[in-house]
């Protein structure tokens, strides 16, 4: 006779009582996967909170692998709550869908970020959301459009691939005066070249939201797509938050526990990723094909007075930059030779995204890229470096190789 009151195999396996003893401590937090998370009750149920991570509620809003990358996060920005995004790309366009509504306007850095000028221009303006693009290097050209429908101020430091570094200081300051929501793209930077929440380093200057693209250092992989929103005020995160939990945006808890993982090696990786880029922009400068670097942290390179009052006094005096540069190849070259020479790399490979193991190379366009006048740019080809872990001797010698093979005669 077969008993009739025990559970079957299948439900056994299922409603199984054994629990593991609790207090197991190692390094590595635990990865939670879960879309459905138990409630002991219905009461429980009907009161638990999940906006202010005191409990659990559903998989997308919040596990302790999730709720422990966004604290760690929140650290090494300098902030107080985070949001994590399924790319750097998510988190902007959830930022722009949260704060800004029909009629708004949003600024723009003429060095911003592609796809955050791209969304401005599609699905913002489908939204009647107007943009306007602001000189970098200009505080009063930002000064001159903040407007009365001017809701929100991107602002990067430094700016993609021209990688010009404004005043930051004062784009901040500006923002707070004139009462519009600043928000940082703070990829660059990733909470290790300077605080975004207090750039005078006395608590009284801040930008309003920071995001990063977890994609690049804190992943440190290359294996990764994430992003963070990071604020330091309770209102404000709340209204992203709502947002982010409206669009469904969520990550996965093996992609949590990938940059958990690679965020102790973070800062070695950043100052490494620095030295090496820094001798090889110097290295490149040199050469004669080479009419301008654009490196921040050189002398002459766009903006470098600028980084020097940020990041000048990070490690000692060094000062501290993401490795990551590009050059300008002489006008006299064509485009065709420039694209020889990127090919010719061999350790170098050629693909977008920065902050992982491998080198990476990119010849962009700029005549696509820009709305206003670059007069802090030199005429010429500009290629993009992206430092990853080589050996910096290997890396010169790669460069050294594919600039004769490409530019001999
Ligand atoms: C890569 C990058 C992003 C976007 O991150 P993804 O995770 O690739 O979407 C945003 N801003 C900057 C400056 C970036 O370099």
Redesign the pocket.
Known sequence: MTDTTAPQPATRLIHHPYQPPAGFDAPQPAVHKASTVYFPNVAAMRTREWKDKTGYTYGLHGTPTTYMLEERISTLEGGLQTLLAP???AA?ATVALSLLRQGDEVLLPDNA?GPNKALAEAELAHYGITHRVYDPMDVQDLAAKIGPATRLVWL?AAG?VTMEFPDLIAQARLCRERGVASVL?N??GAGLAFAPFDLLGDGSLGVDVSVH?L??YPSGGGDV???AITTRDQALHLRLKLTHMRLGLGVGANDAEAVLRALPSMALRYHAQDDAARALARWLGAQPQVVQVLHPALAGAPGHDHWQALCGGARGGQGAAAGIFSVMFDARYSQQQVDVFCDALRLFRLGY?WGGPVSLVMPYELGSMREGATPQLQPGHIVRFCIGLEDVRDLQADLARALAQAFAG
């Open positions: 790319s750097g790309l902007i970020y990067e993609s793209d990829t660059w693209a994609t690049k797509l994430m992003g995204s």
